[in-house]
């Protein structure tokens, strides 16, 4: 009896682990082929020759959109953290009249059609402020605007498990609010910040249907450019290259701070 | 250990707190004389709580006022009391240590380095914590971070300490040694202490004036040996301690003013009570430790006994706890010595049972003065 179970416990526990592998693998292979489309135009699997010289043509028009990008990222992180603290302070520990509304209308730009939201919101630029087509601004609110749930839930989620009473007992010992929400609760829900600022970072450095329907030629981000690129001339060595940097750009920038969060809250991040 | 502030009073006048339409304090008054240890005793939804935390300034309440010392407090900010704060689980700051926890408070008020260190010492060693100064929240048990909160609650000097039951997510062992770190503490700090609590046991043990609530109300407020030998209501009588409720009548009273009662079936004389006539019903406390088990051999001594059919007994260590059937009546009793033993040994169908003392609540619940044997 026990032996069988044991078997089939191990039967479940290899299938598990075979599904994982099939699923990394997934996710994983279009990567894989990208480089190999990067390092190699052949047509002929394994490829028969490698070059790294797409990765030193990437063009002026791509390079000339990452300091947008990264603009684009740090400044949508920036604005989300300041928003979304107050916000989700107020959602999570003062009970208002409003309350559930509130936490529904964050959800509803996740949950519109980005397109037709996009088109909605450039109508609305054009009529009332014109000026905003193609400008950084123009292209950062609604960035900010799609990203606003992420944030916000990130950091909920980490006040609603920090317990409220250690800030009441900073404001006991001659703390004002603010100074107990800066010294005692910040650093608890430090952490949700950091995973919510990942999110958001990567999100919005490879933003694609903002800059695309709002944006200018210089006010594109580099996953436009990559998008135009293809159009133009179909999946070459360089637009792989290119596609290829990007990802690399923005996974490394999370892993620094996925590595520098998990240094600084040990025990809170896996 | 250096005293610096004494403890100062508290009063609380006249203060009322609605949720909604829910009255959680109804017009409730007391005053705490400074250095003195008050009781706020209930159960769940009395309004313990809430006027503690409306004395800290941590609730604000919907009228009357709260005096911290001579200062009206009722509009000051929770951070500019002055008071110090015991939360009901270790509110333990989880990413500083020990002494950092104990000291911030101190830091907060840009004390000089050298002085932070020898008050964090003094706390330590108040409350005993010696040798744990570098750890963090959870690398320690439940009753040492509870003390490391009233370390960190007492460092600031402030004259006042509100503890908000602070042993009741502790086990019991814990539980009865912080009691008497906190006992130990009034006593050295000679602060003056307000304690929350739902278990009349601390509170007898704790206070020198227990506050008992009942709905938002103030329903008792005494010493503890007043407020459990003369319950002035039923519900104080069995929530502080437990009691029989037994129902009775005013037979007459007699020329030198003394009371007749019948009770449990027959007729008993007890002192003269103001506001009782013949005929009246009353409501009588008997205590389970003051109804005694005798031996037929003693029952002259005692001036009332009642016969009783035995109906259940249990045994829990240092107590035989028993129910014995007098008259239609079912009351509990506590038989404590060699008594236990003896009736553990023979349970006889029936047993004597001796007055000790009795406490009438008139149905009116005013003006009830409790009648002794």
Redesign the interface.
């Known amino acids: 009896m026990w032996a069988r179970r044991i078997t089939v416990r191990g039967i479940g526990r290899r299938l598990i682990h075979i599904y994982s592998l099939i699923v990394a693998i997934l996710l994983v292979y279009p990567t894989i082929q990208l480089f190999i489309v990067a390092v190699s135009d052949d047509i002929v699997f394994p490829p028969r020759y490698f070059s790294l010289q797409p990765f030193f043509e990437l063009g002026a028009s791509f390079l000339g959109t990452i300091p947008f990008s990264v603009a684009l990222g740090v400044s949508t992180t920036l604005v989300l953290i300041a928003l979304c603290l107050p916000m989700a302070y107020a959602m999570e520990r003062i009970p208002f009249r409003g309350r559930n509304v509130m936490g529904v209308a964050i959800f509803l730009p996740f949950i519109l059609p980005g397109v037709g939201y996009m088109v909605a919101l450039g109508a609305a630029y054009i009529l009332l402020f014109p000026e905003l087509i193609g400008s950084f601004i123009g292209v950062l609110i609604p960035v900010v605007i799609g990203n606003l749930v992420w944030m916000s839930r990130a950091v909920q989620g980490s006040l609603a498990t920090s ?1 409220a ?2 800030e ?10 603010l ?2 929400f800066r010294s ?1 609760t910040l ?2 829900i430090a952490p949700g910040i950091a995973v919510g600022s990942m999110i958001v970072f990567a999100n919005s450095t490879t933003a694609f249907v903002a800059p695309y329907f709002l944006g200018r030629p210089d006010s594109v981000t580099a996953t436009v450019n990559i998008f135009n690129e293809l159009t133009l001339r179909g999946l070459d060595p360089r637009v792989a290259a290119q596609s290829l940097l990007v990802e690399l750009v923005v996974m490394s920038l999370v892993l620094i701070g996925y590595l520098f969060s998990r240094k600084r809250f040990r025990g809170l991040i896996i | 250990m250096n005293v610096r502030l004494p403890g100062a009073s508290i009063r609380v006048e006249g203060v009322t707190k609605r949720f909604g339409r829910v009255v959680a304090v109804d017009d409730v008054s007391f005053d705490v004389p400074a250095g003195k240890f008050v009781v706020l005793l209930g159960p769940s939804g009395s309004g313990k709580t809430t006027i503690l935390r409306i004395v ?1 300034g ?1 609730e604000t309440q919907t009228s009357g006022k709260i005096w911290l010392g001579d200062t009206d407090a009722t509009t000051v ?4 009391r ?4 015991v ?3 270790p ?1 333990m ?3 500083y240590t020990v002494r950092e926890n104990i000291g ?2 101190l830091k ?2 840009r004390l000089p380095r050298v002085e932070i260190e020898r008050r964090v010492a003094e706390m330590i060693e108040l409350v005993h914590l010696d040798g744990l100064e570098d750890r963090y929240a959870t690398e320690l048990s439940g009753g040492q971070a509870q003390r490391v ?1 009233i370390a ?2 007492l460092a ?1 000097d402030p004259p006042i300490l509100l503890l908000d039951e602070p042993l009741s997510s502790l086990d019991a062992k814990l539980r009865d040694q912080l009691k008497d770190v906190i006992a130990e503490v009034q006593q050295r700090t000679n602060k003056t202490m307000m304690m929350v609590t739902h278990d009349q046991r601390e509170a007898l043990s704790l206070a020198d004036t227990v506050v008992v609530l009942d709905l938002g109300r103030i329903a008792q407020l005494g010493s503890p040996t007043e407020v459990y030998r003369r319950p002035s209501t039923p519900f104080v009588a069995s929530f502080v301690g437990s009691t029989n409720l037994v129902r009775g009548s005013v037979t007459g009273v007699q020329p030198d003013g003394t009371l007749a009662i019948r009770v449990l079936g027959r007729d008993v004389d007890v002192p003269r009570q103001d506001g009782l006539a013949a005929g009246d019903s009353i409501l009588l406390s008997l205590r389970p430790d003051d109804l005694e088990v005798i031996e037929e051999r003693d029952r002259d001594q005692f001036p009332y006994v009642f016969e009783g059919r035995l109906l259940d007994s249990v045994f829990i260590g240092d107590m035989l706890r028993i129910e014995v059937d007098v008259n239609g009546e079912t009351l509990r009793i506590h038989v404590t010595g060699r008594a236990r033993f003896s009736l553990l040994q023979h349970h006889p169908e029936i047993v004597l049972i001796a007055l000790g003392e009795l406490v009438i609540l008139p149905a009116t619940a005013t003006g009830q003065v409790p009648a002794e044997l």
């Open positions: 317990d009473s250690y009441d007992a900073a404001v006991m010992l001659g703390a004002s609010r100074r107990a005692i650093p608890q | 800290a941590l900010a929770a951070h500019r002055g008071v110090g704060y939360f009901q689980r509110s700051f989880p990413h911030w408070g907060l008020r909160a960190r609650a600031p």
